[in-house]
């Protein structure tokens, strides 16, 4: 007998909102961004608009804010009909829903304040993350506990993927959140140098692959047959695809620290497994395709189905790319340069973007209960919305294959060509105009949809909750005969499938992860290499609050090119004191790591107040409040014990004396700079972070040869 229950369409519209809401917010910082790229002076000469401070909210706002809203509009929509079950629990659903867009306030909060970890696409600070793996785990509650209720035997393959985002992603957040807390919104991550890079970008690879694609590719599974009133192609193929996409994709993290001082082994371990990752991901993307086998004529006419096609085209040239990119040959040229940029964005915009609105569009008629406003809009969207793809990446490829080239070409001489960096930056502001026109195209799009939506919305009305009905599970039920051997065991036991699932993930994230807690005694250590003195450490710590990591790398690699241009490359034992490390993932202004000592405090201290008139051309803000803003020394003893916690060997009591010491170096460099008549009092934090840069790779004294 049939039992009668109600699908929960409200939290799905809920999510479906945040969804748009955000999505138009973070690409407007987006494009911002873009445009202060163009022209310095739209940082608005305020530190909480600034480029530093306010790129990462962008990334989180499209990352977590726009996709993860998506994500969730896809699951609770999907999942309920999968296993013709309402959510397990309604309070959960919404706990889950304010408690993430809390979160999401935050990020927009703290980020232009400087709150700031540093580690790429997990910036937040110790208390929001706690936040984060706490409504996660509502998430996780609420997913497992209407998987255990369902009244469908089988798990389709789309919560296969749902099951693995949320493993991983825990797994991924919690080891890359280790910090020790100095104050509400402070903390040092316990990793350092080499160590801390292998975990950041182990994480940072694995929240593309567990947040921006495994979640996905499950709604793809799930929307793409019903948009196109097909079955899947190959339940075989999907197997293949998942075991093989999350057993190997954990493994890719460390193509992003080639030739860094980043170990050989882990080096070749993420070149290997990143050049594998071809075949599953390939097979994702053919087996959605195939899926519209005979129903090409409804492409042509379907605004939503065209979204799905571009989305699964850009997917398969990104996960092509991606690969492509970890060979070192390739590697030496694009790392550090817009190439990179242009790559995740074609995965970004044409993926999850198209994916999202290609579902959007379908979603919410079905759950107003009736038909879309505007097909001519939805079409102009997608159209507008394709162009805006290729004039942003084009031109971005382009200024990568600049960057690159031009940066290790040579004369006849046997000397750089260009040894100037803005030399190579002046040639690119032209695609950095193509590329902002670009995004704006793209939010236009956005912008459409929303008006279509909106319109869509008001011509039905909300079914809240959605009758259904359906055979209850049978009770205590066990897979007999052939079941046992075959996958569709797997289907049927949920907590088991979540267990192999996380076996899968860290098998080799326990291979790559484990060593990076012993690494620190494999490294050799160089003597002359001493902790930060506390001024020098205030001013890292201004350095991470004003976001310089995210234009600057402090990584020499060993390329003549580049040892020519910055000095000798890095050493793994450089980097042993730093809480965390800032060899950053892009040069938008040159490398820093053997800056201290190329230039007087006066020519910094200029340079920070107004970049243009010592670097022509340089598209680098002014940071005048620096030299107005008095520096915060209570909180140096909190630093310097947090420090010696994690071992660095700061002597007994010398927190005590610190601020002493602070006050003593601060004086030196304020007299400095008095004597070539710049006027500066010794407290502000100008002085911090004049005396960071001072000290960027000093410690490593090469003798000329």
Same mark, same amino acid.
């Given at each position: ?37 163009? /022209? ?7 530190q ?48 889950h ?9 935050s ?12 580690h790429?696409y ?6 929001i ?76 690879h ?24 097909r ?10 695809? &998942?075991?093989s ?16 001082s ?14 594998? =990752? ?30 799905m ?15 492509m990119l ?9 790392h ?27 979603l919410?008629?079905r759950?107003y ?13 997608f ?5 805006g793809i ?14 690159g080239?031009?940066?290790?070409? &040579? ?22 105009? =193509? ?25 039905g ?39 192999l699932?996380?076996v ?10 484990m ?13 002359s290499?001493?902790?930060?003195s ?5 001013g ?8 310089c ?5 402090q ?8 040892t020519?241009?910055?000095?000798e ?16 993932? /892009?040069r ?7 800056e ?11 340079h920070?107040l ?34 010696r ?16 010491? =602070?006050? /003593?170096?601060?004086?030196?460099i304020?007299?400095d ?6 006027q ?26």
């Amino acid at each position: 007998m049939t039992e009668k229950f109600y699908y929960d369409n409200k939290i799905v519209r809920n999510f479906a909102i945040a969804t748009i809401v955000w999505g138009i917010i973070g690409m407007t910082v987006g494009l911002l961004i873009a445009m202060q790229l163009i /022209k310095p002076a739209l940082n608005m000469g305020s530190q909480y608009t600034s480029f530093g401070r306010i790129r990462p909210l962008h990334t989180n706002a499209v990352i977590f804010a726009f996709v993860g809203n998506a994500i969730f509009m896809g699951v609770y929509y999907s999942l309920q009909r999968l296993l013709k079950a309402r959510m397990f629990s309604d309070v959960l659903s919404k706990i889950h829903f304010w408690g993430w867009q809390l979160i999401i306030v935050s990020a927009v909060i703290t980020l232009p304040l400087g709150l700031s970890s540093s580690h790429e696409y997990a910036e937040l600070e110790w208390p929001i993350d706690i936040a984060i793996t706490l409504i996660w785990v509502v998430f996780g509650i609420n997913m497992f506990g209407t998987i255990i209720k369902r009244r469908e035997q089988h798990m389709y393959v789309a919560i296969w993927f749902y099951i693995a985002t949320f493993v991983t992603v825990a797994v991924l957040h919690i080891v890359n959140s280790f910090q020790l807390p100095i104050s509400a919104f402070k903390s040092y991550y316990i990793y350092s140098g080499v160590q801390d890079a292998l975990v950041q970008w182990w994480y940072g690879h694995n929240a593309v692959a567990f947040f921006l694609t495994t979640p996905y590719l499950g709604m793809m599974y799930y929307f793409l047959p019903k948009m196109a009133n097909r079955p899947v192609y190959s339940y075989k193929l999907s197997i293949l695809h &998942f075991w093989s996409l999350i057993f190997i994709y954990i493994w890719a993290g460390p193509h992003h620290l080639l030739y860094t001082s980043l170990p050989s082994w882990a080096q070749s371990l993420g070149v290997v497994f990143s050049i594998m =990752l071809i075949a599953p991901s390939w097979g994702g993307m053919i087996n959605g395709l195939l899926t519209l086998r005979g129903a090409w004529d409804k492409v042509r006419e379907d605004a939503t189905l065209k979204f799905m096609v571009v989305g699964l085209t850009a997917y398969g040239m990104a996960t092509f790319e991606g690969p492509m990119l970890a060979l070192k040959q390739i590697n030496a040229i694009a790392h550090y340069t817009d190439w990179i940029v242009a790559h995740v964005h074609v995965g970004a915009l044409g993926w999850n973007g198209f994916l999202t609105f290609g579902i959007l569009y379908w979603l919410i008629p079905r759950i107003y209960r009736t038909e879309l406003y505007s097909k001519k809009l939805a079409s102009f969207h997608f159209w507008i919305g394709t162009l805006g793809i290729i004039f942003y990446a084009v031109p971005l490829y382009f200024a990568g294959f600049t960057q690159g080239l031009m940066w290790k070409q &040579f004369g006849e001489d046997g000397m750089l060509k260009y040894p100037n960096f803005l030399e190579t930056l002046i040639q690119i502001i032209p695609m950095y105009v =193509l590329r902002a026109i670009g995004g704006a195209m793209y939010l236009t799009g956005v912008i459409v949809m929303t008006y279509n939506l909106i319109r869509t919305v008001k011509l039905g009305k909300l079914v809240a909750n959605e009758p259904a009905e359906a055979m209850p599970l049978p009770a205590n039920y066990e897979p007999v005969g052939s079941d046992r051997k075959a996958h569709r065991f797997l289907e049927r036991k949920p907590m088991i499938f979540l267990v192999l699932s996380l076996v899968v993930i860290l098998i080799g994230g326990m291979i790559e992860m484990m060593p990076t807690f012993t690494i620190q005694s494999n490294i050799p250590t160089i003597s002359s290499v001493k902790p930060y003195s506390a001024l020098e450490l205030q001013g890292r710590d201004l350095y991470i609050k004003e976001g310089c990591v995210n234009c600057h790398s402090q990584m020499i690699r060993p390329f003549r090119s580049e040892t020519e241009r910055y000095g000798e490359y890095s050493k793994a034992g450089e980097f042993v004191y730093d809480h965390p490390h800032l060899w950053g993932s /892009k040069r938008t202004g040159p490398d820093l790591a053997r800056e201290g000592g190329k230039y007087s405090n006066a020519w910094h201290f200029n340079h920070l107040l107004d970049p243009q008139t010592m670097s022509p051309g340089s598209i680098m803000p002014a940071y005048e409040w620096l030299i107005t803003q008095e520096l915060d020394t209570t909180t140096t003893r909190a630093k310097i014990n947090a420090m010696r916690t994690l071992g660095v060997p700061y002597e007994p009591g010398y927190e005590n004396q610190a601020n002493a010491d =602070l006050d /003593k170096q601060a004086k030196a460099i304020a007299d400095d700079l008095k004597q070539n008549k710049v006027q500066v009092k010794s407290d502000r934090e100008i002085i911090a972070i004049i005396a960071y840069l001072q000290r960027l790779g000093t410690d490593i004294k090469v003798k000329a040869q």
